[in-house]
């Protein structure tokens, strides 16, 4: 594994003022060794220019030190001897097919915020293990110096604000089911829900039965909401379950290997709850220029595409299955959107809509929801 390659980068000074004209300068000397190759001289004339005061010798020690914290898969100090042991230093890009090799800034933030994600989050005996210290050390370290440069993990609550709106109201004990699923994930256990909240109904075969064994997929953070997706091993189905759905679980000592539904997932779900049909529809969606401009502008599938009309109006595609968050989804622009095809999400809109009015016009009870297969 990659991770395996880093090593941690060293500060000298103690002082926090110390410390961050430290690290401006090791960024200074990084990109002027991407910019162009240069020898120590070379160097201390770009940093005396710059400002900054160091010894040829520190200087030295400055370059090493880059040297030891990039990533190799992706780029790598060239060092050339000329005449009298003279030494030409050069930081050269690695042309790689590897995913993590030619992982941009943005996707490095991305990890640093899910590492900060799982810290907060890690099984309390992992948390407090030099395993899991190293751990985010080398993922700190692995990210590229610009990214160092942009967001720190320990600043990076500091920085965002998030809206609590729709955030689940966890307990106690099913943070600690949190937990403890991540723990499961780390080892790779199968683990069995023994109670689900008291709310929860198994009548449309929405969730996987009581004590069986279950295989912990991903944990998705969404709004501040945490969503399980697992596999059970007895019915050979994916579930999705809200964490405020669970009560209590039991870890199972028992090792798993992932099936092979899970390694050849295509990526053509909407959102993260299982679809209701197995066809994978070519959706065709109109929007005005508002909301539509805000939908254009913000991730919601890998498939989508958007097409700016003469009239202003924007057309959106997708190719996915159904499932009752893209319908949710849709109806939640209500009169801003409409649906030109396919005929059957036109037809199960309709008739949620009938079923709305008719629930709210005659008193009758609401309908429980249901992800079960239906086409």
Same mark, same amino acid.
């Given at each position: 594994?990659?991770?395996?390659?880093?090593?941690?980068?060293?500060?000298?000074?103690?002082?926090?003022?110390?410390?961050?004209?430290?690290?401006?300068?090791?960024?200074?000397?990084?990109?002027?060794?991407? *910019? +162009?190759?240069?020898? /120590?001289? #070379?160097?201390?004339?770009?940093?005396? %220019? =710059?400002?900054?005061?160091? $010894?040829?010798?520190?200087?030295?020690?400055?370059?090493?030190?880059?040297?030891?914290?990039?990533?190799?898969?992706?780029?790598?100090?060239?060092?050339?001897?000329?005449?009298?042991? *003279? +030494?030409?230093?050069? /930081?050269? #890009?690695?042309?790689?097919?590897?995913? %993590? =090799?030619?992982?941009?800034? $943005?996707?490095?933030?991305?990890?640093?915020?899910?590492?900060?994600?799982?810290?907060?989050?890690?099984?309390?005996?992992?948390?407090?293990?030099?395993?899991?210290?190293?751990?985010?050390? +080398?993922?700190?370290?692995?990210?590229?110096?610009?990214?160092?440069?942009?967001?720190?993990?320990?600043?990076?609550?500091?920085?965002?604000?998030?809206?609590?709106?729709?955030?689940?109201?966890?307990?106690?004990?099913?943070?600690?089911?949190?937990?403890?699923?991540?723990?499961?994930?780390?080892?790779?256990?199968?683990?069995?829900?023994?109670?689900?909240?008291?709310?929860?109904?198994?009548?449309?075969?929405?969730?996987?039965?009581?004590?069986?064994?279950?295989?912990?997929?991903?944990?998705?953070?969404?709004?501040?909401?945490?969503?399980?997706?697992?596999?059970?091993?007895?019915?050979?189905?994916?579930?999705?379950?809200?964490?405020?759905?669970?009560?209590?679980?039991?870890?199972?000592?028992?090792?798993?290997?992932?099936?092979?539904?899970?390694?050849?997932?295509?990526?053509?779900?909407?959102?993260?709850?299982?679809?209701?049909?197995?066809?994978?529809?070519?959706?065709?969606?109109?929007?005005?220029?508002?909301?539509?401009?805000?939908?254009?502008?913000?991730?919601?599938?890998?498939?989508?595409?958007?097409?700016?009309?003469?009239?202003?109006?924007?057309?959106?595609?997708?190719?996915?299955?159904?499932?009752?968050?893209?319908?949710?989804?849709?109806?939640?622009?209500?009169?801003?959107?409409?649906?030109?095809?396919?005929?059957?999400?036109?037809?199960?809109?309709?008739?949620?809509?009938?079923?709305?009015?008719?629930?709210?016009?005659?008193?009758?009870?609401?309908?429980?929801?249901?992800?079960?297969?239906?086409?």
């Amino acid at each position: 594994m990659i991770l395996n390659q880093c090593i941690r980068l060293p500060i000298i000074d103690n002082t926090m003022e110390e410390k961050e004209n430290n690290n401006t300068l090791t960024f200074k000397i990084y990109y002027s060794l991407k *910019k +162009k190759p240069h020898s /120590i001289a #070379s160097l201390m004339e770009v940093c005396t %220019l =710059a400002g900054f005061k160091i $010894s040829a010798r520190s200087l030295y020690r400055h370059v090493l030190k880059i040297e030891k914290s990039l990533d190799i898969s992706i780029e790598i100090l060239e060092t050339e001897v000329l005449n009298y042991n *003279k +030494k030409i230093f050069f /930081i050269r #890009s690695v042309e790689s097919n590897d995913l %993590l =090799a030619r992982n941009n800034s $943005s996707q490095w933030i991305l990890l640093i915020t899910q590492l900060f994600l799982n810290a907060k989050t890690s099984h309390q005996i992992f948390n407090q293990s030099n395993e899991f210290e190293n751990f985010i050390d +080398k993922i700190k370290q692995k990210s590229p110096l610009k990214v160092k440069e942009i967001i720190s993990l320990e600043t990076f609550n500091k920085q965002i604000l998030n809206s609590r709106f729709g955030q689940a109201n966890f307990s106690d004990k099913q943070q600690q089911i949190l937990i403890d699923l991540m723990w499961c994930m780390n080892k790779r256990v199968y683990f069995k829900i023994n109670e689900f909240e008291l709310s929860t109904t198994i009548k449309y075969n929405e969730q996987p039965q009581l004590n069986e064994l279950l295989i912990p997929l991903k944990v998705i953070y969404h709004r501040k909401d945490f969503i399980l997706k697992c596999y059970s091993a007895k019915s050979k189905k994916i579930f999705t379950l809200e964490f405020d759905k669970i009560t209590k679980i039991c870890i199972q000592k028992e090792s798993y290997k992932l099936p092979k539904i899970v390694l050849e997932s295509d990526g053509h779900n909407f959102g993260f709850h299982p679809p209701i049909s197995k066809t994978i529809y070519h959706i065709k969606l109109l929007f005005p220029p508002t909301p539509g401009g805000f939908i254009m502008n913000r991730f919601w599938n890998e498939s989508q595409k958007f097409k700016i009309r003469k009239d202003g109006y924007i057309l959106m595609t997708l190719d996915v299955r159904v499932c009752i968050e893209l319908l949710g989804w849709i109806m939640q622009w209500m009169d801003n959107v409409q649906v030109i095809s396919p005929t059957f999400i036109k037809k199960i809109i309709s008739e949620r809509l009938s079923n709305m009015k008719q629930i709210n016009d005659n008193d009758i009870l609401p309908i429980n929801n249901s992800n079960s297969l239906i086409l």
